[in-house]
């Protein structure tokens, strides 16, 4: 059974940062594509970035490019998202997920439909 875990939330101030980690069992990891998505009170879960298998594309929502980094580390199972200078609108629950198994594009996926497993999700709060 796939297994997701991730750490790393809690609060900060707005412009501060915060690093996300998602630790995967192994046989999770080497399905292939990860990404993170969001979910704030009221509102549908969001993607939010995502990484192929060997880390040489990743994609991102248009609100955090150049704030947020997604990367993963293979030889750890276990994949990251570097949040920079953020902002009170960042507030969320974040949620790991890996994508499907059948999933053979290079590019990693970005719509919840083609991610198969979910963390329990951390929650990240910005105060303003």
């Known amino acids: 059974q796939a297994q997701l875990v991730e750490s790393g939330g809690g609060l900060v101030q707005a412009g501060g940062s915060l690093r996300l980690s998602c630790a995967a069992s192994?046989?999770?990891?080497?399905?292939?594509?990860m990404g993170w998505f969001r979910q704030a009170p009221g509102k549908e879960r969001e993607f939010v970035a995502a990484i192929n298998f060997s880390g040489s594309y990743t994609s991102y929502t248009d609100s955090v490019k150049g704030r947020f980094t997604i990367s993963r580390d293979n030889a750890k199972n276990t994949i990251y998202l570097q949040m920079n200078s953020l902002k009170p609108e960042d507030t969320a629950v974040y949620y790991c997920?890996?994508?499907?198994?059948?999933?053979?594009?290079?590019?990693?996926?970005?719509?919840?439909?083609?991610?198969?497993?979910w963390g329990q999700g951390t929650q990240v709060t910005v105060s303003s």
């Open positions: 997920a890996a994508a499907k198994p059948d999933w053979r594009d290079w590019r990693p996926p970005t719509g919840r439909k083609e991610f198969a497993s």
């Open positions: 192994a046989r999770t990891f080497r399905s292939g594509a």
